[in-house]
């Protein structure tokens, strides 16, 4: 047990801060005044460092900017690379792995070791690495780093340990996959072709080996030219010199013919008997002209044929349209026969591979499913059905369908609420899917021992809202909600009016959710509330708006006391102009505009559908030509039947039960006499800027400056602050990709701005982040007491909010309901309100709201609170629970309001003891005993950066205070001693998007928006990091290799029989020699030899080389049958001639012989 006593006569050593100045600070004024000694708090603290370990755990979504695709057939298991070096592999639902390559390098190209559990990457930075899959957490086994050619194309053979790499150079390479280490044979490019050939064929794009002779290789280059390699002889069988440049081949699988796309937008078919020309030419898409020609078409990216047993033959492409249709969307053309059915995709395709029944390219395919890998999406098209169905997608791959503009995490939510809202979202499923299984089958997930319902929400551009199911570290979604249902639809009146739409005026800033009550609160940015309450009944209602008008009169500008806020350490800052929410929509004069609102609610009768429903509207008006400031901070409270906003200029109370705003004050009046700062009297309004500069930057400054327009598109709100990696874009595009606009390097505008020119937020944090204006000052720029008042035109924001049971005034001797007030100069405030407690009174008669002169103070913007009870346990707000407002009545049962009150005061044991307020701001954190104010402890958390998320959480059955800073530390603290207890430099802060969605959340997780595309789930427990194991996906299953099918003897003898051979005896070290050691460098991974041999240990696999084995040893045992016969013939024969020799000589004497 651990006692803490004599608070006020000196702090633990975590609080730097003297015993004189800890009064000060609990003071109405920030003037000194002797604080009641509490008694002695017994807190017994159970954290330790011991108890936290930071480590990713899995990653939601689409992989950001993808550039590769793969398929193991036997394992059902999907690999897609993408532009950063990220990979990721997916199986089963639960089965979602990602990892990443440490040189961030581009993914050229992935193949898998079919049933190996092994996979290869092949990297813009020309280095081939080989992933063990056998683990939950794949690794890599062996490197190899090419020094003087850039790889372009790789092929692996089934059942092969020998990879074959081509390059730019023209030049192919063979790899051992099991060593990793280059072969001494090569085929050099100049004798590949002819010696007549004057000009160089260009890289290589294409490796094959032939269905019916392993022994030949069928090299590809870019210019055109098609080279038959018979490794055995290391000489051409032939040669083809075609004049379209060549993009990908696929075989028939007898081996025969093959087919080649062609940048024309041609397809050509050759046969191996007659190489002189193609014996088919086709331009799928190009129609002719007049003149007999046919018109120009698009290169067909990529091409696959295959095979039926019982049907036509599939041709499958992408590209190949013609030019003549400008905006035509990207297209995937299957071709069964003389059938042609063209699929239009949303998005550009990157890549896509055929499904196939059988392994062997040598036996008939018969395809069942292609995958098509998208920019922004990725599908499965059913071949099997006429119609090619796509199948419904189990992987949350839709996150991004409009870019995350904030998210909110809640752990061990009510067991209830995730089956009630995935039956409500269930009911608007899209339908017209395949009613196969999804092919992607591999690995095997069970449900981990430890789980609890986990759900996150996020808001989006286009002001929609998704809920989803994050239970188990899986990902689902539950429930999608339109804000932007509620208002009217913008009318287009000219070409200002056009631009005006392109905005985003529903994005979503914040949401606050109450999982016990249901209620629901979301915040837009044309500032404006939306309260949301949870029914199973759909209603015909009409939605109720209130319109504040919310604008501070006084102009706050700033002269401190020299003693008081040096002592309190109280600081301000800079001016930062607000980002400012679209215009009404409408004609009207900027200068005309006076209390009307940025939006227009729906004032008719609305059908609402089962599910959340739109109950208040909230929104802040314009005031003499300015538009409302965005909203800063919210907080919901379902047992006082409250909701509370502020921004730059006040703070407002909505009473949502009785539909009225109860209080609408500026931070100035909050104070009353005990502000302790000197404000002077608003000066002359300057000139009001245009409306294009001021009133209608929109969501263009809520992210950044460095593009204008944000739109729900892919590349605005959730690309313009990602680093992107400089890359050669040549380097990224495979044959079958896509080139990346080169904006997206060349821009320098599109890098994000370093962390170090920030500066600490005078207003919320995430939302002063992502105003680019707002960063134009350092960060180190000074902010004390020294700087004159005229430096710092500070205007103060409410930056945090919440309900709680607490005491309002020193001399409270019972907690009452309270809203504690942060702002954006670290000073805490708070309001005391007195709520009926009869049912029907509170319906009917008003809230009383009086500010009180208790101040507390701070260094920098606070941003979180907390209360504890003196025992250390963590005091949860009051709710009220759950009940149908739509429900039929019922008589016998009438509804009345259940509250649930976590008061400290409830019990007999604590009445008069008070409770612990724990405040966080950007630089401290400070522990205050209630109701004597007295600042019990001091933790000042960063000097250098400033704090940007911090939560209170509930960890290994206790309660701490996490932190993420700016420079991308993440600090655990004690409560309530403040003891620090992880500090780790985890996550770099490179752009905005990651401090605009990074959250804590009970149980030692967290989450982060990775990309614009991928949500990054964390955990900061010792606990979860030891189960991480069992609660991850097996991606690799023993499975049997499937066998190849027996062939005929008169197809074999007339069609000849698949040749096979030895490619040891010609790759290996014996017969090929060494490689030089100046072209690759082999680098080996962290694995042991051990894991390397059981995840590379041959081409066959485990299953295959146990089956030679067996079929060795029968062939033994018929040898040793066969000895065993013939010497039991032989002793047979030697018994009878023993005999006859015998009878010969039996009545013979000795003499005789």
């Not at 394992?75 to 990892?99: E, F, N, T, W």
């Not at 939560?951 to 530390?969: M, R, W």
């Not at 694995?1087 to 084995?1109: H, K, N, T």
């Amino acid at each position: 047990m651990k006692k803490f006593r004599k608070v006020l006569d000196g702090l633990t050593t975590s609080s730097p801060a003297s015993a004189s100045g800890s009064p000060s600070c609990g003071s109405a004024a920030g003037t000194p005044t002797a604080a009641p000694t509490p008694r002695e708090l017994d807190v017994h603290e159970t954290l330790l460092s011991e108890h936290f370990h930071i480590c990713k755990t899995v990653r939601h979504g689409f992989p950001y900017q993808p550039t590769a695709l793969a398929f193991d057939p036997v394992q059902k298991i999907l690999a897609i690379g993408s532009r950063s070096g990220g990979v990721r592999i997916l199986g089963r639902p639960g089965v979602d792995c990602h990892c990443q390559h440490e040189s961030g390098a581009a993914v050229l190209q992935l193949q898998f070791l079919i049933n190996e559990g092994a996979l290869v990457t092949a990297c813009a930075d020309d280095t081939l690495h080989l992933w063990n899959l056998r683990q939950r957490r794949p690794a890599i086994l062996h490197s190899l780093k090419f020094n003087r050619e850039r790889i372009t194309f790789c092929h692996l053979p089934f059942q092969s340990k020998w990879l074959y790499v081509g390059t730019e150079r023209g030049n192919t390479h063979i790899v051992n996959v099991e060593s990793f280490i280059l072969s001494g044979y090569v085929i050099m490019w100049n004798k590949a072709i002819e010696l007549s050939t004057k000009t160089h064929p260009g890289p290589v794009v294409h490796l094959s080996d032939s269905p019916k002779d392993e022994g030949k290789l069928l090299v590809g280059f870019e210019s055109g030219t098609i080279v038959m390699w018979d490794l055995r002889s290391k000489r051409a069988d032939f040669r083809i010199y075609y004049d379209e440049a060549i993009h990908s081949v696929s075989w028939h699988h007898e081996g025969r013919q093959f087919m080649c796309s062609h940048s024309d937008g041609s397809l050509t078919m050759w046969n191996l008997r007659n190489t002189a020309k193609p014996f088919q030419i086709t331009f799928p898409h190009g129609k002719s002209q007049r003149d007999g020609r046919k018109e120009s078409c698009k290169p067909i990216l990529k091409v696959e044929y295959k095979t039926c047993r019982n049907s036509e033959s599939f041709v499958i492409f992408s590209g190949g349209l013609s030019y003549d249709k400008a905006g035509r969307r990207p297209t995937l053309t299957i071709m069964h026969g003389k059938a042609i059915t063209v699929l239009e995709m949303d998005h550009p395709i990157v890549d896509f591979t055929v499904l196939c029944e059988t392994t062997y390219l040598n036996e008939v395919q018969e395809p069942y499913a292609v995958v098509v890998l998208l920019e922004k999406d990725f599908i499965v098209v059913d071949l099997t059905q006429s119609t090619f169905p796509i199948f419904e997608n189990p992987y949350p791959m839709d996150i991004h369908e409009s870019p995350v503009t904030c998210t909110a995490y809640f752990a061990d939510c009510p067991p209830d609420i995730i089956p009630v809202l995935y039956s409500i979202g269930a009911k608007h499923k899209k339908t017209g899917y395949s009613h196969k299984e999804w092919p992607v089958s591999g690995g095997t997930w069970t449900v981990g021992s430890q789980t609890y319902p986990e759900i996150i929400i996020t808001g989006h551009a286009d002001g929609s809202i998704k809920f989803w199911d994050a239970t188990a570290i899986t990902l689902q979604m539950l429930y999608k909600l339109k804000t932007s249902k509620v208002f009217e639809k913008p009318k287009v009146e000219g070409v200002r009016g056009a631009e005006l739409v392109e905005e985003d005026p529903y994005a979503v800033q914040m949401v606050s959710w109450c999982p016990q009550s249901r209620v629901f609160c979301v915040v837009g940015i044309s500032a404006h509330l939306i309260l949301y309450r949870f029914s199973k009944h759909d209603a015909n209602t009409t939605i109720t708006s209130l319109e504040v008008r919310l604008q501070c009169e006084m102009e706050d500008v700033i002269s401190p006391s020299d003693t008081d806020n040096t002592l309190c350490g109280s600081d301000a800052g800079g001016h930062s102009p607000q980002p400012q929410p679209p215009s009404p929509r409408s004609n009207t004069p900027d200068s005309a505009r006076d209390s009307v609102p940025c939006l227009r609610v729906k004032d008719r009768v609305i059908r609402m559908p089962p599910g959340y429903q739109a109950d208040l509207v909230v929104q802040l008006l314009w005031v003499d030509g300015e538009p409302p400031q965005q909203i800063t901070s919210l907080d919901l409270n379902s047992a006082y039947g409250l909701l509370a906003l502020g921004n730059c200029n006040g703070l407002a109370v909505v009473d949502y039960l009785q539909k009225t705003v109860i209080l609408c004050m500026s931070t100035v009046e909050l104070y009353g006499s005990a502000d302790p700062f000197q404000r002077l009297t608003r000066s002359p309004r300057k000139t009001r800027q245009s409306t294009s500069d001021v009133c209608m930057r929109g969501l263009s400054n809520f992210y950044s400056d460095s593009k204008k327009r944000i739109r729900t598109s892919y590349q605005s709100l959730t690309e313009l602050s990602d680093n992107q990696v400089s890359l050669d874009l040549e380097r990224s595009k495979s044959p079958t990709s896509v080139p990346y606009p080169s904006s997206l390097h060349s821009d320098p505008r599109a890098a994000a701005e370093p962390m170090s020119n920030l500066r600490a937020s005078h207003y919320s944090p995430v939302f002063y982040l992502l105003d680019n204006e707002s960063r134009e000052n350092s960060f180190s720029r000074s902010r004390s007491s020294s700087v004159s008042s005229i430096d710092r035109d500070t205007k103060e924001a409410v930056t945090t909010l919440q309900f709680a049971e607490s005491y309002g005034r020193k001399l409270d001797a019972l907690p009452t309901p309270c809203l504690w007030v942060g702002t954006s100069l670290g000073l805490v405030l708070l309001v005391p309100m007195s709520i009926p407690v009869d049912e029907q009174e509170r319906m009917e008669e008003p809230i009383t709201v009086v500010p009180t002169s208790t101040v507390l103070m701070l260094k920098g913007s606070v941003l979180r609170f907390g209360f504890l009870d003196c025992a250390g346990g963590q005091i949860m707000s009051p709710y009220e629970v759950w009940r149908d407002l739509n429900a039929p009545e019922d008589l016998d049962r009438p509804r009345r309001r259940r509250l649930v009150n976590y008061s400290p005061g409830s019990s007999q044991e604590v009445v008069g003891d008070g409770h612990l307020a724990v405040v966080c701001s950007e630089r401290q954190a400070k522990v205050f005993l209630m109701p004597s104010q007295a600042c019990l402890y001091v933790h000042n958390i960063t000097e250098s950066s400033f704090v940007l998320r911090a939560d209170i959480v509930a960890v290994s059955n206790s309660v701490c205070l996490a932190c993420f800073c700016a420079n991308g530390h993440v600090m655990i603290l004690s409560l309530p001693s403040l003891r620090p207890l992880l500090d780790v430099h985890y996550l770099p802060l490179t752009d905005m998007r990651i401090a605009r969605t990074f959250c804590f959340t009970n149980g030692g997780q967290a989450l982060y928006l990775s990309s614009p595309t991928e949500i990054q789930r964390i955990t900061y427990s010792q606990e979860m990091c030891d189960n991480l194991q069992e609660m991850l996906g097996e991606l690799f299953t023993p499975t049997e290799t499937p066998e190849a099918q027996n062939r005929g003897f008169l197809k074999g003898f007339f069609g000849g029989n698949a040749q096979t051979f030895d490619r040891e005896e010609l790759f290996g070290e014996a017969a090929a020699g060494k490689a030089s050691r100046s072209l690759a460098q082999h680098i080996p991974g962290q694995s042991s030899v051990e894991g390397m041999r059981a995840a590379a240990g041959g081409a066959v696999g485990e299953l295959a080389r146990a089956r030679i084995a067996l079929d060795e040893r029968g062939q033994r045992l018929g040898e040793l049958e066969e000895r065993t016969a013939l010497m039991m013939t032989s002793a047979e024969t030697f018994s009878k001639h023993a005999h006859e020799l015998m009878l010969k000589c039996k009545d013979k004497k000795w003499y005789q012989f």
